[in-house]
């Protein structure tokens, strides 16, 4: 079991790195909606507390309100700080569960980049948006909602883009916090992949990060994303703890 303490602070780390356009606290749940995007991360609730496990039903209820309002699915987002009373609920009333995914962390004092080629992030978010959409497959429909999350982030942020014959062929994100570097948004183009790409953006930012200060580096990945688990791990990343989502039968 992770220390809960470490946990919160990659969950705050998350919440700055990647805002949602809407969030709302009932007690310490967050409530996370975004109507430009419909990823999970920026549309769910997300239970800070274990220990915060009055009057659920209730609670629940008002949620689901707020999401249908937005034309979106009601999705909790489970860390390890949700705690045992809200699985339970969703257990005996046969929640679906889905998405499990890793975090993982590095330290960047004893990470080996000394030789990684030097990339300046780019600074128009239009050509890394771009970018991104290609290389994700993403419809150009949700260029204005991924503009508006990227030219939200309140931490520094670097946009990183890997091409081949000046077309994009892998992106990623590099926030920096302080002394924490988070990666989002990491992809290679299908087709591309196996070919280094993913290794050079990933370590292109780690570079960034680490020149401005960065001690640690953090990632969440997909817990059946085989291939970027094989390239995080051989890059030091190991793991933290795991998250999932959860919704209700029938959605």
């Known amino acids: 079991m992770p220390e809960l303490a470490m946990v919160r602070r990659y969950e705050a780390a998350g919440f700055r790195a990647w805002p949602a356009s809407f969030v709302q606290y009932d007690g310490t749940w967050v409530i996370r909606l975004t109507a430009g995007l419909p990823a999970k991360r920026l549309n769910s609730i997300n239970p800070l507390d274990p220990g915060d496990h009055s009057n659920i039903p209730d609670r629940i209820a008002r949620a689901a309100r707020r999401f249908d309002a937005y034309g979106r699915p009601l999705t909790f987002r489970i860390s390890p700080l949700a705690g045992r009373a809200l699985a339970n609920l969703f257990d005996r009333e046969d929640w679906l569960r ?3 995914s890793i975090v993982m962390r590095v330290d960047l004092d004893g990470a080996r980049l ?7 992030p780019l600074k128009d978010i239009g ?30 942020a670097g946009l990183f ?3 081949e014959a000046d077309e994009p062929v892998a992106t990623a994100i590099c926030v920096q916090d302080r002394d924490l570097a988070g990666l989002f948004e990491v992809a ?12 050079q953006v990933v370590m292109s930012a780690l570079k960034w990060a680490r020149h ?3 001690r640690e580096a953090w990632l969440q990945v997909e817990a059946d994303n085989d291939p970027a688990l094989a390239l995080y791990r051989s890059l030091g990343f190991a793991e933290v703890y795991r998250y999932h989502y959860r919704r209700p039968p029938g959605t």
């Not at 000394?114 to 300046?120: L, N, P, S």
């Not at 290679?188 to 290794?199: A, E, F, V």
Request: aromatic share 6%; hydrophobic share 35%; glycine share 18%.
């Open 98 to 100: 889905f998405s499990e």
């Open 114 to 120: 000394d030789g990684v080629m030097d990339q300046i």
């Open 127 to 156: 050509r890394f948006v771009g970018a991104a959409l290609r290389v994700h497959g993403m419809e150009q429909a949700m260029r204005p909602g991924l503009s508006e999350v990227i030219g939200s982030i309140e931490p520094e």
């Open 161 to 163: 883009v890997a091409e």
């Open 188 to 199: 290679t183009l299908s087709g591309r992949r196996g070919n280094g790409y993913g290794r």
């Open 212 to 214: 401005r200060g960065a």
